[in-house]
């Protein structure tokens, strides 16, 4: 009931949060829309630290914090790849993406730790083909260390959320 909750209210600010309409229907070239993300996003995620701190219906505090943190991503990242001034977004994804891992780590939590990883490994791959000096040598390179940074980080996920080894 509150995923539904939360989708109507994302629909009401003028998001699509379904996958499809996501895709079809929004249009993140405008900087509305983008901004509006960005807002609701924070509010969603502020209101899970709020209510978990007044120990209220602390039961919600997943959908509250899924919702956001997608919504928060996928904001930062539009306005990243789609507005003019775009590269001012990058320092943002830079602190979310810290918070949540930060959150992660924790509430030991696999889950947002994953999310906010590839959310950054996807902001940073596009700033870094923005370059102009980058080639497709080089674009090679990178494929193969990120794939092998991947590969590290897959193995030693437990000491990054210090989770005991079993």
């Known amino acids: 009931m509150l995923s539904l ?5 994302a629909s009401w600010v003028g998001l699509s949060v379904t996958p499809i309409s996501l895709l079809r229907d929004n249009d993140f070239s405008g900087d509305r829309l983008i901004f509006t993300g ?4 924070f509010l969603l995620t502020a209101a899970t630290f709020y209510l978990n701190s007044r120990n209220i219906k602390k039961h919600f505090d997943f959908t509250y914090l899924n919702f956001g943190v997608h919504i928060l991503f996928v904001s930062c990242i539009a306005g990243l790849t789609v507005l003019e001034m775009g590269w001012l977004f990058a320092p943002f994804l830079a602190l979310i993406t ?3 891992v930060m959150y992660a780590r924790r509430e030991q939590s696999f ?3 994953i999310v906010a990883v590839v959310y950054a490994y996807w902001g940073l791959s596009y700033l870094i083909f923005q ?3 980058f080639q497709s040598v080089l674009a090679l390179y990178y494929f193969f260390f990120s794939c092998a940074g991947v590969i590290w980080f897959l193995v030693r996920y437990k000491k990054i959320l210090s ?4």
Do not use: Q, S, V, W
């Open 131 to 133: 370059l102009e000096a």
């Open 38 to 41: 960005l807002l609701l996003g």
């Open 5 to 9: 909750a939360i989708t109507a209210l």
């Open 163 to 166: 989770l005991p080894h079993k």
């Open 111 to 113: 889950y947002f730790l």
């Open 98 to 100: 810290a918070a949540f």
